[in-house]
């Protein structure tokens, strides 16, 4: 049976909330997992369509669940898909060449490459923790990722698992760390920032 109701006592980091039905009656549970569109995440007070069940203890919960006027994201997924697969291979091609003609050493590239390479599975390991209730990432972490250059990583994740790339407070710190890490890399390609690196290293 499809039902209406608006989205009620919704908990963004644990991924589960509560429908108030249109016509009254008993609050019924909802997991983001249930949600038809999985490029949109609820914040509250959303009116929705959902399928009515109720589980083995006779719990009601929403399944099926769309939000009312909502239209399919399959172009908008593909794009934001594209654009993150783009920007990223464009700077860490950037970095290689950086590398190739030595202006940067290669523990650098060594660096973000591996930090992307961990943030992806970080991303990919929330969003699993997030489907089946389970104990997340701190969003904490995400960020420190993408501050030592395992941004590149994250922004594939999210346009690809569309995860996190909703979140408006989350993407506001996420560009922040962004914006701080490429800072940091236009300073070590700088003269000071060449002669402070080579000093950590201990080149001569």
């Known amino acids: 049976m499809r039902c209406h109701g608006k989205i009620t006592n919704w908990n963004d980091e644990r991924g589960f909330g509560f429908i108030t039905p249109s016509d009254g009656g008993r609050r019924v549970f909802v997991h983001i997992k ?3 569109n999985r490029q949109r995440r609820p914040t509250g007070n959303e009116l929705v369509i959902y ?3 109720a589980d083995s203890q006779g719990r009601l919960q929403g399944k099926d669940v769309a939000f009312v006027g909502d239209r399919a994201p399959a172009a908008h997924s593909f794009r934001s898909g594209t654009f993150s697969l783009t920007l990223s291979a464009l700077f860490l ?3 290689s060449l950086t590398v190739l003609t030595g202006k940067l050493p290669f523990a650098i590239f060594a ?3 591996c930090a992307s390479a961990s943030a992806f599975l970080a991303y990919a390991r929330d ?3 997030a489907r089946n209730d389970r104990w997340r990432t701190p969003e904490s972490t995400l960020h420190i990722f993408g ?3 395992g941004w590149p990583g994250a922004l594939v994740a999210q346009g690809l698992l569309h995860h996190k790339s909703k979140k408006q407070s989350f993407q506001i710190v996420f560009w922040v ?6 800072s940091v890399l236009i300073w070590l390609l700088s003269p000071s920032g060449s002669s ?3 000093y950590l290293l201990g080149a001569t």
Request: hydrophobic share 50%.
């Open 147 to 149: 501050l030592i250059g």
């Open 51 to 53: 399928e009515l069940t």
């Open 93 to 95: 091609g950037f970095l």
């Open 34 to 36: 249930s949600f038809s």
């Open 196 to 198: 402070a690196l080579r």
């Open 177 to 182: 760390t962004v914006i701080a890490n490429c």
């Open 127 to 129: 969003k699993s923790a």
């Open 111 to 113: 660096l973000d490459l």
